[in-house]
């Protein structure tokens, strides 16, 4: 089995609900930050096996696979392929160890693990409610939400039980 190393990690300034990064597009925050890290690792794009990115609220500026639309925008090669996941609050963490994983088998030897959100521009929970709910009879019933007050799973919710 291979082993997996964390080369580098890099991050944008840390924002506020409208604050100086509310009019930076998500797709560019996360383009540039894919591209500082291949430049100040002289990483050669081409070489990137994949290219992971956690994001929860997929919908509007951060939807039809934010992951890719940052390597594309950012004027990276089409030949990486990118995507994107949710698991809640988890994303991130889980891009990273998928990214892992896929070292450690051998499938990739290069991989970016990436996240990406704008509470902004996409408030928490934007996807629920658009078209209908995620949430089903039997799952209120089985997880009796009623009792908690609730119309939809939550971290504090999970927590609780």
């Known amino acids: 089995m291979f082993e ?3 080369v580098d990690a890099v991050r944008t300034p840390i924002g506020r609900r409208k604050g100086s990064l509310a009019f930076t597009h998500p797709v560019d925050l996360l383009g540039d930050v894919l591209k500082q890290l291949l430049n100040r690792n002289g990483v050669d794009p ?5 290219v992971l990115v956690g994001c929860v609220d997929q919908v509007g500026d951060q ?9 594309l925008s950012a004027g990276l090669p089409e030949t990486v392929p990118a995507v994107t996941l949710d698991r809640q609050c ?3 963490l889980q891009a990273l160890q998928f990214a892992a994983q896929g070292v450690m088998s051998g499938a990739y030897e290069v991989v970016i693990a990436a996240g990406v959100e704008s509470m902004t521009r996409v408030p928490m929970l934007s ?3 658009l ?5 089903t009879e039997d799952l209120l019933n089985r997880y009796r939400l009623d009792q908690w007050h ?3 799973f939550d971290q504090a919710l999970g927590a609780e039980m």
């Open 4 to 6: 997996a190393v964390i």
């Open 46 to 50: 081409v070489t990137v096996d994949d």
């Open 63 to 71: 939807a039809a696979n934010i992951g890719r639309n940052a390597w």
């Open 90 to 92: 988890g994303s991130s």
């Open 127 to 129: 996807t629920i409610g």
């Open 131 to 135: 078209a209908g709910t995620p949430m």
């Open 150 to 152: 609730r119309k939809f």
